[in-house]
């Protein structure tokens, strides 16, 4: 199985997956780290290696499975902390840079504009009532000391469908804008938000794999009595 | 998706079935147990071995299966002696031994057979189907639609498949923005 060690250099991890960029700013890291190591870099912004290894691993590999040693050591805080700066991301700033897009699309569409907006701002929404819930229940019982009793409103089938949800109507907007709108309504922009929505969406799925490969069975360790 | 046990058969299968350019391997597990969490959202071809697991334990898992997505195609991987009874439960086998090309017309097979369930030529809307997405888009449940054009629910269910299946478009309210891009509505009828 392949997997990146703090020996390897950030750079090469970024070489092989350019998507790890993402994880700098997502654990309070900076640019300009030249040729270094990513337990240098870690240890220089006082962030735990392991951790870093293994969000950056699970982001790469699709069959890299985290170890139940690995999940035991998982520390809840720096988790917690990840996932909030992730949510960050999704909301203020990928979604609003879509949306200025889509914004400029739908002013030249007339009519119809005014309803791809609101479908934009429909998905936005939804996506912002789902961090939210995670935010109001799984994180607090994170970040709490006694993790014995998983309160009752912590339910992760539910939020595992609504990850599916959430990408179908991504899936959705993809199609509409270079499938459906008139072809002669801002070409250039619709490629561009095209892709924007794409690289979202590819992101949005490593989001929802962390989930499945590390938070859910962190939550599960602990309620089985392993952790 | 692949389940089975040995990261080499993953691997080539994986390699395999890549070659072929409609297939996408978008999740597979290394695991002895069907029993543990899979994920089955959006799956449409599943590729599992049954020697994993008791007889009870597979025929639930498939259960599960055909509950998330009814026209998943599943492929039973055999590189060992797998009881009748689990086989009758799949759409298909693959052996070991089957070559490379064998393995992708035999996907292609079942692939071409849902789609050609589902799509007439050139992913056209029929004019049922139009019907049926006019009355999704104007916020009608099934039920009602299917009332309204003395249709069986069931049937109001098959139209809105093929419609997801012809548009890649899945959402109501994406649906609406297709029919009103195309003039099934218009944005009056909407208000």
């Known amino acids: 199985m392949n997997k990146f060690t703090g020996r390897n250099k950030f750079i090469e991890l970024l070489n092989y997956n350019p998507q790890l960029i993402l994880m700098l700013p997502r654990f309070g890291m900076k640019l300009g780290f030249g040729e270094k190591r990513v337990e240098d870099i870690c240890e220089m912004n006082n962030v735990s290696s392991f951790m870093f290894l293994l969000l950056c691993n699970v982001y790469s590999f699709d069959d890299y499975m985290p170890t139940e040693n690995e999940i035991k050591d998982i520390d809840a805080n720096a988790l917690v902390k990840y996932l909030i700066a992730s949510h960050d991301y999704y909301l203020n700033h990928r979604l609003k840079h879509i949306e200025k897009h889509i914004g400029k699309i739908a002013k030249e569409a007339g009519k119809i504009g005014d309803v791809l907006l609101n479908f934009f701002k429909e998905y936005e929404s939804e996506i912002a009532t789902h961090f939210k819930t995670e935010e109001d229940t799984i994180f607090p019982y994170l970040l709490s000391e006694n993790k014995q009793m998983i309160p009752e409103n912590i339910d992760l089938d539910t939020l595992s469908r609504s990850h599916g949800n959430i990408g179908d109507k991504l899936s959705d907007l993809t199609n509409i804008i270079i499938k459906y709108l008139p072809a002669e309504i801002m070409p250039n922009e619709r490629i561009g938000v095209w892709f924007d929505i794409i690289q979202l969406s590819k992101d949005l799925d490593k989001h929802t794999i962390v989930e499945e490969k590390i938070l859910m069975p962190y939550i599960e360790g602990v309620k089985g009595g392993s952790l | ?191």
């Open chain 2, 1 to 191: 998706m692949i389940i089975d046990p040995s990261i080499i058969i993953i691997e080539g299968l994986k390699k395999i079935i890549e070659s072929g350019p409609e297939f996408k391997i978008t999740r597979f597990y290394q695991s002895n147990s069907i029993t543990t969490n899979v994920l089955l959202h959006g799956i449409d071809i599943l590729l599992v071995n049954p020697r994993m697991s008791k007889t009870s334990q597979f025929t639930k898992f498939i259960h599960d299966c055909r509950t998330e997505n009814e026209n998943m195609v599943i492929f039973a991987l055999q590189t060992s002696y797998v009881p009748m009874q689990m086989m009758n439960l799949v759409d298909g086998v693959i052996e070991m031994d089957d070559d490379p090309s064998v393995i992708i017309s035999k996907l292609r097979n079942v692939s071409c057979k849902t789609e050609s369930a589902n799509l007439s030529d050139n992913c056209e809307l029929s004019s049922r189907e139009k019907e049926v997405l006019v009355l999704v888009a104007k916020g009608k449940t099934n039920k009602e639609i299917a009332e309204l054009l003395n249709l069986s629910v069931y049937t109001v269910i098959a139209h809105r498949k093929n419609i997801t299946a012809k548009t890649n478009i899945k959402s109501v309210s994406g649906l609406t923005i297709y029919a009103l891009l195309n003039n099934l509505i218009s944005q009056t009828e909407m208000n």
